[in-house]
């Protein structure tokens, strides 16, 4: 089944449209399609990673001044007010 979509693009959509075409020599409908199994590759790639991977690219620097666990938060916050006011 073909079906028949109606779309509207501005003028910078147009724009890159048309460039793909004159560089490729393909009909709208083929460069569309072609878009759309792009971005679906693209987006069916991205929905598999994990929050490990995005934490991963993240560069946090050298860490390792944490004062304690994150099971202990409340002793941590306890321990830095301390330090702060010298108490």
Known sequence: MVATRTVRLDEEAEAALQQIRDATGLPISEALKQG???????????????????????????????????????????TALRKKFRR
């Open 36 to 78: 759309l199994q792009s971005l679906r590759r693209r987006v069916g790639e991205e929905s598999g990673r994990r929050p490990y991977d995005l934490y991963q690219q993240l560069d946090l620097g050298a860490g390792g001044y944490a004062i304690a666990p994150s099971t202990d938060t409340r002793g941590g916050v306890a």
